[in-house]
């Protein structure tokens, strides 16, 4: 089993006030994906990364896959209220498409 | 991008029955899973949902437990089968669009089970 490590767990901050989310495992992963949920609602697909080093920007979100794709990144710029949920890691090996295997997530929480 | 449906959106269920959740895609999508979110924590991949031919499951998960059908390319059901307590989750429904490639999950069915 691929393990992936999310940090932090929890981080609540004000608007307008930057964050970024990390996504660790020892393992290569062919492709990875970040999720946001909300209470009582699936998972919301924000971007697939499959490339090495592959940079990503939808809007304030810019998300970045490391050289060795055993690790990524989410930076939010200027965080709104709009902004809160769980944001959730996940990763294909290779050959193993579809079956993903997630991180623990990261409760983001940005107050007014 | 796909958008996939689920029914029903959540249900409370005794102990020894069985629920089965129904998953319909929009369009055609190469694969669908189904994955389950205990309280509290992430998402297990429970098993593949192969078109005409069994499911495949992953470490922990049985057939007899959780039989899973896919009749067509956009349909699949999933049936939790003798249930207890320790069955209470979030079962969600994901599927693989053709198009795409990018990886998308249903609005997730939330069982209880007393």
């Known amino acids: 089993t691929q393990l992936l490590e999310q940090s932090p767990q929890f981080l609540s901050i004000q608007e307008g006030e930057n964050l970024t989310v990390y996504c660790n495992s020892s393992s290569v992963f062919s492709s990875l994906q970040w999720y946001r949920q909300e209470p009582g609602e699936g998972p919301v697909l924000l971007v697939t990364v499959v490339t090495g080093g592959e940079v990503k920007k939808l809007k304030r979100l810019t998300f970045q896959f490391g050289d060795a794709r055993k690790d990524s990144s989410l930076h939010i710029t200027a965080a709104q209220p709009g902004d809160t949920g769980l944001y959730l890691c996940?990763?294909?090996?290779?050959?193993?498409?579809?079956?993903?295997?997630f991180g623990a997530g990261t409760q983001v929480v940005v107050t007014p | 991008s796909a958008v996939i449906s689920q029914k029903p959106s959540r249900d409370i269920c005794q102990r020894g029955t069985s629920l089965t959740i129904q998953c319909q895609v929009d369009s055609q999508v190469t694969m669908m899973f189904w994955y389950r979110q205990q309280p509290g924590q992430s998402l297990t991949l429970i098993a593949t949902a192969n078109q005409g031919s069994e499911a495949t499951y992953e470490s922990g998960f049985v057939i007899d437990k959780f039989p899973i059908s896919r009749p067509n390319l956009t349909f699949s059901t999933l049936t939790v089968s003798n249930m207890s307590p320790e069955d209470s989750s979030i079962y969600l429904c994901?599927?693989?669009?053709?198009?795409?490639?990018?990886?998308?999950f249903g609005p997730g069915t939330r069982l209880t089970v007393t």
């Open positions: 996940a990763g294909a090996a290779t050959d193993s498409w579809g079956k993903l295997q």
């Open positions: 994901s599927a693989i669009d053709t198009k795409t490639y990018e990886q998308y």
